[in-house]
T-cell receptor, first 114, second 114 residues
Framework: DQQVKQNSPSLSVQEGRISILNCDYT??????FLWYKKYPAEGPTFLIS?????DKNEDGRFTVFLNKSAKHLSLHIVPSQPGDSAVYFC?????????????FGSGTQLTVLP | KAGVTQTPRYLIKTRGQQVTLSCSPI?????VSWYQQTPGQGLQFLFE???????NKGNFPGRFSGRQFSNSRSEMNVSTLELGDSALYLC?????????????FGNGTRLTVT
């Protein structure tokens, strides 16, 4: 049972345009969401997160939007740069006390074309 | 500040053998988590340690075990290796003792079982 889903395995965007990566979840108990970026042969790098009490969080070129009623979150990258080409994972966390367990989506390969 | 360090980077083992992977968290981080990444299953949670105690365990057989030392360094052990254990094993550390504290990942250990 995939509780966090990234339905687009790949996305290609022109440099300078907006990249929008999507993620859906099924467990309404998730209350904290994160986006990670992963280059080949490296571990995932934390990008940005959002708590379920918010609907938007912004950090430089990266903005995450959360729609709780639709159980959907998205990551916007503006403007996209070739260095943004990587696999992007969304992840979610339950409010289970102090235990930390992230449930990851399957990832979306973003390619930014020069 | 040094990141999460995992050793070794690559390992080749034979079915039936056992293996130990090592992880040094970011200085000051007391929580260490382990994840397995495979092409078919994506990133899956193995276990989490805090102050030398396992606080949470994912849905993996008992052949997978781990421990954390007083200096927060962690090891994970896989006994009686199977071909399906071939994967990238990622360690992550976290600063705050709360479920909404981002995880910072190492570059992983690539285990190949033949």
């Amino acid at each position: 049972d995939q509780q966090v889903k990234q339905n687009s395995p790949s996305l290609s965007v022109q440099e300078g345009r907006i990249s929008i990566l999507n993620c859906d979840y099924t467990n309404s108990m998730f209350d904290y969401f994160l986006w990670y970026k992963k280059y080949p042969a490296e571990g995932p790098t934390f990008l940005i997160s959002i708590s379920s009490i918010k609907d938007k969080n912004e950090d430089g070129r990266f903005t995450v939007f959360l729609n709780k009623s639709a159980k959907h979150l998205s990551l916007h990258i503006v403007p996209s740069q070739p260095g943004d080409s990587a696999v992007y994972f969304c992840a979610a966390s339950l409010p289970s006390g102090s235990a930390r367990q992230l449930t990851f989506g399957s990832g979306t390969q973003l390619t930014v074309l020069p | 500040k040094a990141g999460v360090t995992q050793t070794p980077r690559y390992l080749i083992k034979t079915r039936g053998q056992q293996v130990t992977l090592s992880c040094s968290p970011i200085s000051g981080h007391r929580s260490v988590s382990w994840y397995q990444q495979t092409p078919g299953q994506g990133l899956q949670f193995l276990f989490e340690y805090f102050s030398e105690t396992q606080r949470n365990k994912g849905n993996f057989p008992g052949r997978f075990s781990g421990r954390q030392f007083s200096n927060s360094r962690s090891e994970m052990n896989v006994s009686t290796l199977e071909l399906g254990d071939s994967a990238l094993y990622l360690c992550a550390s976290s600063l705050r003792d709360s479920h909404n504290s981002p995880l910072h990942f190492g570059n992983g250990t690539r285990l190949t079982v033949t």
